[in-house]
């Protein structure tokens, strides 16, 4: 069955530290698409990236990377020199495609990683 | 281009109350679901649908109902709401079920049930 695990379940930083968020995936899929959201204390849900199982490409956008890794099933996500407004909870989620049937499509979300980052 | 509306953002139920919370969008997404956040389990399928007539359950779809007789609407029901219903709910729209494209979240409705 499909899972996902964000094993830290908080963390804590300095400003200006970098930091890598940990999501480890499970499927049986061939397809499959990897999501980070971030939810702030406002507590809206902020979509951040979407990845395809086929494109192993790592991803920046401004300080924010993405690490795709099939080997170990994993998709981190790391921030550079962290600032305040980055405290948030992330989310990793994952949704199949359905080449094995059974479990076509729906996100499935791991428990979250509670960052703060102190001034 | 309001996206995905979620009607009320705060309710306070007694126990075996019944409320629907709202959910409505505007992009002619054919997929449409519910998740409960609770604290430290992520978010949780409560039900979901494919298109108007067609709905099925998620994984926690106990205590609630849903229907979706067109396309912009999905409501979740709860009949007797129960302590253990307490949570944020939100709903989300996609144009597939499988997310090859981008989804998009409600802003959450806080329900606590006394």
């Known amino acids: 069955a499909q899972k996902v695990t964000q094993a830290q379940t908080e963390i804590s930083v300095v400003e200006k530290e970098d930091v890598t968020l940990d999501c480890v995936y499970e499927?049986?899929?061939?397809?499959?698409?990897l999501f980070w959201y971030k939810q702030p204390p406002s507590g809206e849900l902020v979509f951040l990236i979407r990845?395809?199982?086929?494109?192993?490409q790592n991803e920046i956008s401004g300080r924010y990377s993405w690490n795709f890794q099939k080997s170990t099933s994993s998709f981190n996500f790391t921030i550079t020199a962290s600032q305040v407004v980055d405290s948030a909870v992330y989310f990793c989620a994952l949704s199949e495609a359905g080449n094995y049937g059974g479990s076509q499509g729906n996100l499935i979300f791991g428990k979250g990683t509670k960052l703060s980052v102190k001034p | 281009n309001a996206g995905v509306t979620q009607t009320p953002k705060f309710q306070v139920l007694k126990t075996g109350q019944s409320m629907t919370l709202q959910c409505a969008q505007d992009?002619?997404?054919?997929?449409m679901s519910w998740y409960r956040q609770d604290p430290g389990m992520g978010l949780r399928l409560i039900h979901y649908s494919v298109g108007a007539g067609i709905t099925d359950q998620g994984e926690v779809p106990n205590g609630y109902n849903v229907s979706r007789s067109t396309t912009e609407d999905f409501p979740l029901r709860l009949l007797s709401a129960a302590p253990s219903q307490t949570s944020v709910y939100f709903c989300?729209?996609?144009?597939?079920?499988?997310?090859?494209?981008?989804?998009?979240f409600g802003q959450g409705t806080r329900l606590t049930v006394v």
């Open positions: 989300a729209s996609s144009f597939s079920r499988v997310f090859d494209t981008e989804a998009f």
């Open positions: 990845r395809n199982s086929f494109d192993e």
């Open positions: 499927t049986r899929d061939t397809t499959y698409y």
């Open positions: 992009m002619n997404h054919e997929y």
